[in-house]
């Protein structure tokens, strides 16, 4: 009886603490979506309006904050739309997200499966990669792209992020578990060891690769620093440069800043909606114990 009390105090507490972290995280969105939904008078008069007029719009189906920031009309825009902002995002994310996936599979399998001199301390070399900060490599980085004539170009704002440590330490945490006698059958049979590496290996870490997949691609996405340095030029702007130009020191339209926050989200939370189940799974296990 007391151990049954216990739990159910135990969950309620557990419950409890949830709900209040969630309301921490969802009001700052709640308000976003909010404002967004405000015209520019509505916000400039609001110590003047009742309290509910200050959290709530005139109207809920106020979009054109929305459609302004979308269409590019807008005074700290120049005539840019942000759906051009997000589709360079959109190529950048898509493009990159391929041979960073080959490469971290590739370096993953080798040092999950297989024995060479010094293997384990290349492997924390290559893991040392993930604490050296990107401003430490930025600058070499951008010389390199600056003399290849990268700069402006779609290669110059992905070729940088094709090589992933965190991705090849999440797919060899995946792969070591993986039994090596399934390997050795796959051997046995005649198979060679790109067939075993494809058909045994990566659907066994189907799900790692959809959570490295969506991981890589929010990194992409919410890139600022690097876009910074080697897009000069309106036409290459991507969604995180574009929305640094809404805020100015002499202008600040606070709706048209939320609505160009809401746009830009939508790509990342149909992402979450529809990969949410793998990414639990992805991030719950680390490969077949055997």
Not at 16 to 43: C, G, S, W
Not at 72 to 98: D, E, M
Not at 139 to 144: D, N, Q, S, T
Not at 202 to 231: A, C, G
Request: aromatic residues 14%.
């Amino acid at each position: 009886m007391k151990a049954n009390i216990a739990e159910k105090a135990g969950k309620t507490i557990t419950f409890a603490l949830l709900l209040v972290f969630f309301t921490f995280i969802i009001i700052p969105f709640v308000m976003i979506l909010l404002t967004a939904l405000k015209l520019n008078p509505e916000i400039v008069d609001m110590p003047n309006r009742t309290m509910f007029h200050r959290i709530f719009p005139d109207s809920f189906f106020n979009f054109v904050n929305i459609k302004n920031v979308f269409l590019g009309n807008t005074v700290t825009q120049n005539g840019f739309p942000l759906y051009r902002a997000i589709l360079n995002s959109l190529i950048v994310v898509l493009v990159t997200i391929i041979p960073s996936l080959i490469l971290a599979l590739t370096a993953a399998y080798s040092f999950a499966k297989f024995k060479f001199p010094g293997k384990e301390i290349f492997y924390y070399l290559f893991l040392g990669m993930l604490m050296i900060p990107t401003e430490m490599t930025s600058i070499p980085l951008f010389m390199i792209v600056s003399k290849l004539r990268l700069v402006n170009t779609y290669p110059g704002l992905m070729v940088p992020s094709f090589m992933s440590a965190f991705g090849t330490f999440l797919l060899r945490a995946a792969m070591e578990p993986i039994p090596k006698s399934y390997i050795e059958a796959g051997r046995i049979d005649g198979a060679g060891e790109f067939w075993i590496f494809r058909a045994i290996v990566i659907p066994m870490v189907q799900s790692h690769i959809v959570t490295f997949l969506v991981i890589k691609s929010v990194w992409t996405w919410n890139d600022f620093f690097w876009p910074l340095l080697v897009v000069t030029e309106d036409r290459m702007r991507t969604v995180t440069l574009s929305l640094n130009r809404f805020v100015t020191d002499l202008i600040q339209y606070w709706g048209e800043v939320c609505a160009a926050v809401v746009i830009s989200i939508i790509p990342l939370l149909i992402i979450f909606i529809v990969f949410n189940a793998n990414i639990k799974t992805g991030l719950m296990n680390t490969g077949i114990k055997g």
